[in-house]
Each structure stands twice: as C-alpha cells, then as structure tokens.
C-alpha cells in the first residue's frame, strides 16, 4: 500500500503536477493521521473494556468476601449481645444475694473474648491496582469507608474486651477461681465473698460496657456491607 502511494506521488512530481502532488500529499497525512487516531481509539476501546471486565470480576470477589464478612460479624454481634444481657442477669441476682449455680455458667459465657478476621483479601488486590477502577464513586467511598474505618472500630471494639480479659480477669481467674472453662462455666473459690467484692462489680461493668461497644460498631459494619451490597 506504501509503495502504491509513493508510486502516484513520484508519477505526479514526474509530470511536473506540483500543486496536485502537494495536494495528494497532504490528503495522504489525513489519510494517516486518521488512521492513528482511529488505532488509538480502538485501543482505548479495548483498554476500557478490559477494565470494567475486571471491575465486575473485582466487585464479585468483594461481594463474596463481604458475604463472609456479615456471616461473622453477626456471630459476633451476637455474642456481645448474649454477654450483656448475662452480665446483667448476674449483677440482678447478686444484688439480690442469689449465688446460684446459674451465675456460673453465665459468666462462663461472660468472662471470654471474641477474635474476628476479615475476609478483605480482594480489597487489597483492588487496593494494589487502584481505586479509581472502580467507576462508582460513590461505591468507592462506601468500601474505603468499610475496611478503614468500620473495621477498625470492630477490630478495636473486640481488642478492648481481650485486653480487659488479660489484664482484669486472667489474674483473678488464676488466683480466686475452684473452675474455669472457656465460654462454658466459671467457679469462684468463695462465691459470696468474690460476689461482695466491690471490684468484680466494677469488672463486669467495664467488660459490658466494652461488649456495648462490639454491639455499636459491629452493627455499623454490618449496616454498612449492606449499603456496599445495594450499590454493587
């Protein structure tokens, strides 16, 4: 195709047709210029495809990952909900002198902590290519807020009531405690002496107050992969 134009070009020049070879000339850059830009704009075509190809394979990982993520989180959720309303079962009871077996098998369920990992694996791939693949704005806000934020209030959330455990409970546990066995059943040596103990008061209060936090902030991660879920 080169030689063929080169050939009217030299043809031209040769019958002396100046003006019709510069002419011919420039008509040929048209011709290549728009052929560039048609190449570009295939390519640029291809490029977009490409990628919202792997937006919809990306957000479909998400999803999958958020699944697991409220399955936890209500587990979770749960629990802290179960661990306040015990703690003020026991606190009800022993303000009443009631030092039952009961107490025990509920701060079996009280005296514990929760771990939580989130499935976020997908996130961070995303977060490696970039955001801005994602084409809705405003359901890029909603994940950044979601791993970010919410997560680490979770996380955190969940961290208060392990550290409260280790520093509050597991001294007690090892010192004034017949049994211990997790998530099931706590024994004191001397129930009614622990029980009057104005300290335990003050441990169980701080411990619900932390499972209050859980309940607050698990709840908004899950509110929130709801709204995530909507968008996608």
């Given at each position: ?27 040929e850059i048209v011709l290549v210029v728009i052929g560039i830009l048609m190449a570009l704009q295939i390519n640029n075509w291809n490029d977009n495809r490409k990628t919202r190809n792997y937006e919809k394979e990306i957000l479909s990982l998400i999803n999958q990952n958020l699944q697991k993520d409220s399955l936890a989180l209500s ?158």
């Amino acid at each position: 195709m080169i030689k063929f134009f080169r050939n009217i070009r030299k043809k031209l020049l040769n019958e002396g047709k100046t003006t019709q070879y510069f002419k011919y000339a420039i008509g040929e850059i048209v011709l290549v210029v728009i052929g560039i830009l048609m190449a570009l704009q295939i390519n640029n075509w291809n490029d977009n495809r490409k990628t919202r190809n792997y937006e919809k394979e990306i957000l479909s990982l998400i999803n999958q990952n958020l699944q697991k993520d409220s399955l936890a989180l209500s587990i979770e959720l749960d629990k802290a909900k179960e661990g306040i309303l015990l703690t003020d079962r026991v606190l009800k009871e022993v303000a009443k002198g009631n030092y039952t077996d009961s107490l025990y098998f509920w701060m079996g369920k009280i005296i514990t902590f929760e771990r939580f990992k989130s499935q976020s694996s997908a996130f961070e791939i995303l977060k490696a290519r970039g955001i801005e693949t994602i084409s809705d704005k405003t359901l890029q806000l909603a994940l950044i807020s979601y791993y970010d934020d919410n997560l680490f209030k979770v996380y955190q959330s969940l961290d208060d009531v392990e550290q409260s455990f280790k520093k509050d409970w597991q001294p007690i546990l090892k010192n004034d405690f017949l049994d211990f066995r997790w998530s099931e059943y706590c024994e004191p040596n001397n129930p009614k002496e622990f029980f009057e103990n104005p300290s335990t008061i003050t441990f169980f209060k701080i411990y619900q107050d932390n499972r209050k936090g859980i309940v607050r902030n698990t709840q908004l991660a899950i509110d929130k992969i709801s709204e995530i879920r909507i968008i996608t």
